[in-house]
T-cell receptor, first 112, second 113 residues
């Protein structure tokens, strides 16, 4: 069945380092992917998205990479800051069913 | 500012009691959604509404009910039939059902007394 999962449930980095959060998906029909950031006690906040006709998209300090061959998605955060500490979720939208399927999340901790 | 407002932030329910969680959006979005989040877990879809006066069950609809009488409002009722209601409930909206991304409110945490 459909599933969205993460390779690393926790990630700890030093302030100023670059962070990479990975996500695997299993539905080859998925054509749209989203990364969300969730801080404690708050709702998920949209970070960046990418469609399946692209393999890279950049935002402010963030880059999403999509490898459809191995069904892998990653979020890169440049010069990670303490304010980046949060749980990061990837989500996919699969084919003609516009349902959004979420992974379990990765906890990113940034050490000062 | 445009956004999604969920209330209350914290809610307590007694056994056998129904409770209603509020979700209001001023983004003029057609589609609205309710999710449940358990500790260390991803989000699971309870109900969604593509347009006013329409709604469909998600993956875990049992024990919940919704209404969509107004475009900006999508309240969720947690009924006494929901045996494990303690969770963090998130409301979201998107411009249309097939036009993502979804934008989220800050959630309601429901606990059992």
């Amino acid at each position: 069945g459909e599933s969205v999962g993460l390779h690393l449930p926790t990630l700890s980095v030093q302030e100023g380092d670059n962070s990479i959060i990975n996500c695997a998906y299993s539905n080859s029909a998925s054509d749209y992917f989203i990364w969300y950031k969730q801080e404690s006690g708050k709702g998920p906040q949209f970070i960046i998205d990418i469609r399946s006709n692209m393999d890279k998209r950049q935002g402010q300090r963030v880059t999403v990479l999509l490898n459809k061959t191995v069904k892998h998605l990653s979020l890169q955060i440049a010069a990670t800051q303490p304010g980046d500490s949060a749980v990061y979720f990837c989500a996919e939208v699969g084919g003609s069913n516009y349902k959004l399927t979420f992974g379990k999340g990765t906890l990113l901790t940034v050490n000062p | 500012d445009g956004g999604i407002t969920q209330s209350p932030k914290y809610l307590f329910r007694k056994e056998g009691q129904n409770v209603t969680l509020s979700c209001e959006q001023n983004l003029n979005h057609d589609a609205m959604y309710w999710y449940r989040q358990d500790p260390g877990q991803g989000l699971r879809l309870i109900y969604y509404s593509q347009i006013v006066n329409d709604f469909q069950k998600g993956d875990i609809a049992e024990g919940y009910s919704v209404s969509r009488e107004k475009k900006e409002s999508f309240p969720l009722t947690v009924t006494s039939a929901q045996k494990n209601p303690t969770a963090f409930y998130l409301c979201a909206s998107s411009q249309t059902y097939n036009n993502q991304p979804q934008h989220f409110g800050d959630g309601t945490r429901l606990s059992i007394l």
